[in-house]
């Protein structure tokens, strides 16, 4: 099994930037052989996907919505993935969950059943 924990969500204003984290672990977790993403869910709406990135080459994959003002990294030491959110608007307001996929190269990258494991959300609030 795979434990997955964000951190980093707040209250912004328009414009502003935030960065958000996930670490992934388990007893057998070898991060290579996955994608790590976020996703991300507004009050009333379906879960959306952001970003994600394939560890084993660093890949990346973003939603474009997001394009040029998002910016999916890994850190190869701390098994850690960061979501760099910057010139943040209102509709950008949810709650944010990172999710851990096996890769396997038929399945979509922005579908939520590509990724067998999840966190908890973070919530992440925009004002205007």
């Known amino acids: 099994q795979v434990h997955v924990a964000e951190s980093g969500g707040g209250w912004v204003q328009t414009g502003d930037s935030l960065r958000l984290s996930c670490a992934a672990s388990?007893?057998?977790?070898?991060?290579?052989?996955?994608?790590m993403g976020w996703f991300r869910q507004a009050p009333g709406q379906e879960r959306e996907f952001v970003a994600s990135?394939?560890?084993?080459?660093?890949?990346?994959y973003d939603a474009d919505s997001v394009k040029g003002r998002f910016t999916i990294s890994r850190d190869n030491a701390k098994n850690t993935v960061h979501l760099q959110m910057n010139s943040l608007k209102p509709e950008d307001t949810a709650t944010y969950y990172c999710?851990?996929?096996?890769?396997?190269?038929?399945?979509?990258?922005?579908?939520?059943?590509?990724?067998?494991?999840w966190g908890q959300g973070t919530q992440v609030t925009v004002s205007s």
């Open positions: 999710a851990v996929g096996l890769y396997m190269g038929r399945r979509p990258w922005d579908s939520s059943a590509s990724y067998e494991n």
């Open positions: 388990g007893r057998t977790f070898n991060v290579n052989n996955y994608r």
């Open positions: 990135i394939r560890w084993s080459d660093g890949f990346t």
